[in-house]
């Protein structure tokens, strides 16, 4: 008799597909001040009432004047006026300079600023430029930054610091984003303990503290997520479901650790089904097999409340974070996942024996633009993820001699 067939492994991409088909953007925005919008989703887009910089201006500390003027190098003016950045210009008198710092407004009629280290004042209080001005040198230009009228964010856009400064340059106090998903984490499994519940020295046979719980709960506040740490939940079928069931309640989204196996002490997958529908998968990557993801019916609503479970090791549950959730939870706040970026760098290391699965190697860019291999890739092993500062996509069925060029994904786009 033949054995039963094994399901076969899901290819990560078609997995990161079908999980990104079942979510829709939250609906929900709210207004918050721009400096406190750092990390979230702009809901609407944003266009500018106002030309940046408003009007000419100089970007240099000298003296504005017409090129006409200054036929050659050593010509003499007189000073007219003095323009400190903030207060408003008189037209140009011909004949004269104005006195300029940068920042200032440009008085009408100049075309050229020349740069004080290229002027010496003269004791009767004219200037002689000693360097022949181009047409328009050091003249920052109305609008050249953002047009009047221009969109300069977009509806879906992650806000970083860069984009806080300029919707406040064009006066934006508040930014109306996507509201923070709200997450509820769970950590399975009888051996976890938290750190500072028992001391090392205290801890039982077998027991381990609950790592995953620290860094998805900080992976997930980074990606702007108001997140509900439910705390470990034991491995029993009942414990489980009735820690699903609650979490639910007001939550978008459920993510757990460990438990989703099929092992006998693996009790998310019957769980999940009972309570909503699920789809058990097991990843060609490694780390990080088997992923779980369903839905939970939220009692006495017409709702339903995503669930994703993640494999407890602790190197799996980082890797599918950043692969799998990550995206996912950017969909949610209606912005688009960016493509990856790899980056072809050599190996400073090498893989002899090939893997059937697409393998996620933890590494390190060294100071002469190689990367280094951290030596344990089990995925118990954490350190590798700490040690690490990205990620080489190897493919399945791929050794690694030194030197090769292998893809390269900094941990830093994802954090
Ligand atoms: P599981 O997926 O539940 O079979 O767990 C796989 C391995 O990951 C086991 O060695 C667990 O002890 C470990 N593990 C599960 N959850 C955690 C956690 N929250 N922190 C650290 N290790 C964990
Ligand atoms: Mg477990």
């Known amino acids: 008799m033949n054995a039963p067939a094994r399901s076969p492994l899901m290819a990560l991409d078609d997995a990161l597909t079908q999980l990104l088909a079942g979510v829709a953007p939250l609906a929900d925005t709210e207004r918050v001040p721009t400096s406190l919008a750092d990390g979230r989703v702009l809901a609407d887009s944003l266009t500018s009432a106002l030309h940046v910089p408003p009007q000419d201006n100089s970007s240099m500390d000298g003296y504005a ?11 003499v003016l007189p000073v007219s006026q003095r323009i400190a950045a903030g207060h408003a210009a008189e ?8 006195r300029i710092f940068t920042g200032a407004p440009l008085p009408l009629g100049a075309d050229a600023v020349v740069m004080q280290e290229d002027v010496a004042a003269l004791d009767d209080g004219r200037v002689r430029i000693n360097a022949m001005p181009q047409a328009g040198q050091w003249i920052r230009r109305a609008g050249e930054d953002v047009a009047r009228g221009a969109v300069v964010l977009c509806k879906g856009q992650r806000l970083g610091p860069a984009q806080l400064g300029l919707a406040a340059g064009i006066g934006c106090a508040d930014l109306s984003v996507v509201r923070r998903p709200r997450v509820a984490l769970l950590s399975t499994g009888d051996e976890l303990v938290m750190p500072g519940d028992v001391p090392p020295e205290a801890m039982r046979p077998g027991a381990i503290y609950n790592s995953n719980r620290f860094f998805l709960k900080a992976l997930l506040q980074r990606l702007g997520c108001e997140v509900s740490d439910l705390g470990i939940v034991p491995d029993r079928r009942d414990a489980t479901t009735e820690a699903l069931r609650t979490a639910a309640e007001g939550h978008d989204l459920i993510l757990t650790s460990g438990g989703v196996s099929v092992g006998e002490e693996d009790h998310i997958k019957p769980a999940v089904q009972a309570l909503g529908g699920l789809d058990l998968w097991q990843i060609a990557m490694k780390p990080g097999k088997p992923f779980a993801h369903g839905h939970i019916r939220v009692d006495g609503q017409d709702r339903r409340c995503h669930f994703i479970g993640l494999p407890g090791n602790p190197v799996s549950s980082f890797v599918t974070f950043v692969l799998l959730v990550r995206p996912f939870v ?17 190996a400073h290391f090498s893989v002899a024996r090939a893997d059937k699965r697409r393998e996620f190697l933890r590494v390190r860019r060294n100071a002469i633009g190689g990367l280094d291999l951290f030596p344990n890739q089990s995925s118990g092993v954490l350190t590798s993820a700490a040690w ?4 080489v996509d190897n493919p399945a069925g791929t050794t690694i001699a030194h030197g090769d060029l292998v893809s390269y994904l900094p941990l830093a786009d994802w954090l």
Not at 330 to 338: A, H, I, K, N, S
Not at 388 to 391: M, Q, R, S, T
């Open 91 to 98: 037209p140009l008198q011909p004949g004269t300079c104005a």
């Open 65 to 75: 004047l017409r090129c006409a003027e200054v036929p050659a190098a050593g010509a």
């Open 388 to 391: 690490a500062d990205g990620l």
């Open 330 to 346: 950017l969909q949610l706040q209606g912005c688009v996942p960016p493509p990856w970026r790899p980056l072809q760098l050599p």
